[in-house]
């Protein structure tokens, strides 16, 4: 009703009533309103309210940080313009390709405030915008010029203005605009500032394009940043569902269920030299579900540290710890944005290391065990009538799913599907066959080790566990939208 309202009766009703009616542009209204922006989904011209800040799309779907064609509307092309300003201290945001339709024509840019929704970055006045399609450079014209590479999915596309470098072409109302492929810069161009300033743009032209956005980033400025973002990548052995940004994780998954877990796992195990770790929870995202602990190398990916056998960890949105179990124990204190969590191992007097700095074995005759993933396989294909019997099936499950509920209630924020509760179950008995199974063939430990725990630099308190043949790996784990920590592998180091 209130689109039939001419905007002068808005300013007539303040004037005699001192209130203003709810416009149009509530989010409320259009169910896309979020606390934890950019968690919001948008089918229609929308704008969601962040802080003081607006975005706007068009023919725009936007899940999490994942943007993608309205499959809905197919009679234009979809553009997104960001909440904020490119400024001096987000100077620089990406997109990854995830998926191209038929045309293929992304594209990336900066605009003005008030940029039409229906013409992509480049097209109109006051907007830049590199193309993924052609590689070419679109300046407030519908003509673009050579420019750069093509772009396909899997690539890295970044736009960014260099404030510190002001090119000899720029006067005072022009800044150097630069565009890079993943991650090295393709060229450069002199853009006006338009009054309201430039915003980070997005354009998706067709069906099947999708995108993952990475805003308020900071470009780099000489090749000694570019040297550290590669030493932090390679300290990862996995990273599942998490973004690597300097020394930030960042969770991209869907944050929906008990599966969309991000696990970032170190490339190498704690040792007597180095035997601690530690994060800083940056952003605890809409639900918190931030761990940080330890785990064998081969740990499931899509689980939580200290879900499974072998592993241990303290969580920070309920302060339990857990150790091997989906049912954890009262341990310290919740923990909360700036907070520090640190872990680590106190090693026995005799302790002596018997893997190498990757978590390979250095005993010779030691057979590996086989993994879960690997075990269903082998049995099907091998016969291993010297093996212990597994339990008889009926108490089994009811074993597991008497567990399933207690930790079930604990998290009733998650939603779950059956088929997923199925899965967990099933990696619980993997987990229990692959035991009896190392049992039969070769010890699975070594040996005893106390791990603790931290908050803010005071320690929360200890637990006694095995420590896996290979060593524990320093492990974290994130699992709702918007989740942020900031890791520091050696903190003992200097």
């Known amino acids: 009703m209130l689109s039939c309202v001419h905007p002068n009766l808005f300013v007539l009703f303040k004037k005699l009533f001192r209130v203003t009616p709810p416009s149009d542009s509530d989010p409320d209204m259009y169910n896309n309103v979020s606390p934890a922006w950019p968690f919001v989904r948008h089918r229609h011209p929308a704008g969601s309210q962040v802080g003081n ?5 068009e023919r725009i779907t936007i899940e999490g940080d994942v943007l993608s064609y309205s499959e809905e509307e197919e009679d234009g092309v ?21 998926d191209m339709g038929v045309e293929g024509a992304i594209s990336i840019g900066l605009c003005s405030a008030k940029y039409p929704l229906h013409k992509l970055p480049g097209w109109a006045a006051h907007s830049v915008g590199y193309h993924a399609d052609d590689g070419r450079l679109y300046k407030a014209c519908p003509r673009g010029m050579v420019f750069g590479p093509k772009c396909e999915a899997g690539d890295r596309m970044g736009c960014g203005v260099k404030f510190e470098q002001p090119s000899p072409e720029c006067d005072a109302y022009s800044v150097p605009v630069f565009f890079t492929k993943n991650g ?5 161009v002199v853009v006006r500032v338009p009054a309201s300033g430039l915003y980070p743009c997005v354009g998706l032209a067709a069906a099947g394009d999708a995108v993952r956005l990475t805003p308020h980033l900071f470009w780099p400025p000489d090749e000694d940043t570019h040297m550290s973002v590669d030493s932090m990548e390679e300290e990862w052995l996995r990273l599942h569902d998490i973004r690597l940004n300097g020394q930030m994780l960042e969770y991209c998954g869907r944050g929906k269920s008990l599966v969309d877990v991000g696990l970032a796992q170190a490339r190498t195990p704690l040792n007597t030299t180095s035997h601690y770790f530690e994060m800083e929870i940056v952003d605890p995202g809409r639900s918190g579900y931030i761990t940080i602990g330890l785990t064998k190398k081969k740990y499931p990916k899509n689980r939580h540290p200290g879900w499974n056998r072998g592993s241990i960890a303290y969580h920070a949105d309920d302060g339990r710890v857990f150790a091997g179990s989906t049912v954890g124990s009262l341990f310290g204190p919740r923990c909360h944005k700036g907070d520090v969590m640190g872990c680590g191992i106190i090693f026995p007097r005799d302790y002596v290391c018997n893997y190498d700095s990757e978590g390979g074995s250095m005993e010779e005759e030691s057979p590996e065990p086989l993994e879960c993933d690997d075990l269903l396989e082998h049995l099907l294909q091998y016969q291993q009538p010297m093996a212990p019997a597994l339990p008889p099936p009926a108490a089994h499950l009811h074993h597991h799913h ?6 079930h209630h604990r998290h009733n924020h998650i939603l779950t599907t059956d088929s997923e509760e199925d899965d967990d179950e099933d990696d619980d008995d993997d987990d229990d066959e692959e035991d009896s199974l190392e049992r039969g063939r070769c010890p699975a430990v070594a040996g005893k080790v106390q791990v603790f725990f ?41």
Request: with cysteine; aromatic share 8%; glycine share 12%.
């Open 53 to 57: 800040q607006k975005v706007r799309a």
């Open 402 to 407: 008497h567990h399933w509920h207690r930790h």
């Open 454 to 494: 931290t908050r803010n630099g005071h320690m929360i308190g200890r637990r006694e566990v095995d420590l896996p043949r290979g060593g524990f790996f320093p492990s974290i784990s994130l699992g709702s939208v918007n989740e942020k920590v900031r890791v520091d592998l050696r903190p003992l180091t200097g």
């Open 78 to 98: 979809g553009v997104y313009v960001g909440e904020m300003p490119i400024s001096l201290e987000h100077s620089y945001f990406e997109i990854e390709i995830l």
């Open 184 to 188: 090295k810069e393709v060229g450069c």
